[in-house]
């Protein structure tokens, strides 16, 4: 960039040329590249975003190693968050009637959201994944669930879906508007978007900017939401929000604090051991869990539930 005369960064959601940077990072959390990304705020809508995108990158920046390719380990907070979900998409079910569920999970990996979710109701019949890992492809079919490898965008089929799942994808992609109007196209008539992306409007957030917040999982997220922004962006669909909750954001707490350690030289972590494999991740994302349970009637925790209809 030309520090004389920087050319003004548009802001994906608003296309206002007004935005500041608002944090600089790096992959503290895989070590997949050692560049630094500067991530910018737009002042008119709040959402925050990567600029440039590192569009040319995505081989190097999501690692074989990387959580949604790999079997989950079943420990206490894996058990007690899958009790959670489960919770939490009984509710979603009673809201489709119909006798046979075809379900899309985008982004969905190995497919272990999909197999809770068939534990949790008998009327799902087919589910799709559409992810861009080779490895998590073969896992995913031996467990009976159809795969695409490539992304939303370049995914084509004559199915419609009940239930399509977009778990931390949103804030992951170029363009999140193409996404959900992708996303609708593929929705049955009747049929319910699940969104699960990260709050910028949060405590830490605005802690943690200076040193590193975990919510940016540099450099995989490009667009981070508040919930204004998301509802700004969502003007351009025909989708309505049908809930917006608030829930846990135990994992950025634990990312945002273990890289102040490791900043600090108080704490190792590499690219043989990534944070989530570090021995502080378990317990800090357990209290955190907790703590963020505990607040969130009363203030914006730093991921949000998001359910669209048509
Ligand atoms: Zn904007």
Redesign the pocket.
């Known amino acids: 960039m030309n520090v004389d005369n920087p050319s003004p960064i548009e ?6 040329k007004k ?1 500041n940077p608002w944090s600089s990072a790096k992959d503290y959390e895989y070590f997949s590249t050692n560049n630094t990304y500067i991530y910018y705020r ?6 925050i975003f990567i600029d440039p995108l590192p569009v040319h990158e995505l081989k190097v920046i999501y690692p074989s190693n990387y959580y949604s390719f790999v079997n989950k380990r079943k420990n206490g907070v894996v058990r007690l968050k899958e009790w959670l979900d489960k919770r939490f998409f009984k509710k979603i079910f009673r809201q489709l009637p119909a006798p046979e569920l075809s379900l899309l999970d985008v982004g969905g990996g190995t497919g272990w959201m999909l197999d809770i979710l068939k534990r949790t109701d008998p009327r799902i019949h087919f589910t799709q994944i559409v992810d861009i890992d080779a490895k998590a492809k073969s896992i995913a079919e031996v467990k009976g669930h159809a795969y695409f490898e490539g992304t939303i965008e370049a995914f084509t089929t004559d199915n419609r879906f009940d239930l399509i799942l977009m778990l931390n994808l949103v804030e992951h992609v170029a363009d999140p508007l193409a996404i959900l109007q992708k996303a609708q196209l593929l929705l049955q008539p009747g049929g319910i978007i699940v969104i699960k992306t990260p709050n910028t409007d949060c405590w830490d957030a605005r802690l943690y900017k200076k040193t590193y917040w975990g919510g940016l999982h540099c450099p995989r997220h490009w667009v981070l939401f508040s919930e204004k ?1 998301f509802r ?1 962006l969502l003007k351009s669909t025909k989708l309505r929000i049908e809930k917006l909750t608030y829930t846990q954001g135990a994992p950025f707490w634990a990312f945002s604090i273990i890289t102040s350690l490791y900043r600090k030289h108080i704490v190792r972590i590499s690219s043989e051991r990534p944070i989530i494999f570090h021995w502080l991740f378990a317990p800090l994302s357990a209290f955190f869990a907790i703590f963020d349970f505990m607040r969130r009637p009363f203030v914006k925790t730093s991921q949000m539930f998001i359910i669209l209809k048509n």
Request: charged share 15%.
């Open positions: 802001c994906p959601v608003c296309n206002e935005s737009c002042p008119a809508c709040d959402t922004s700004l």
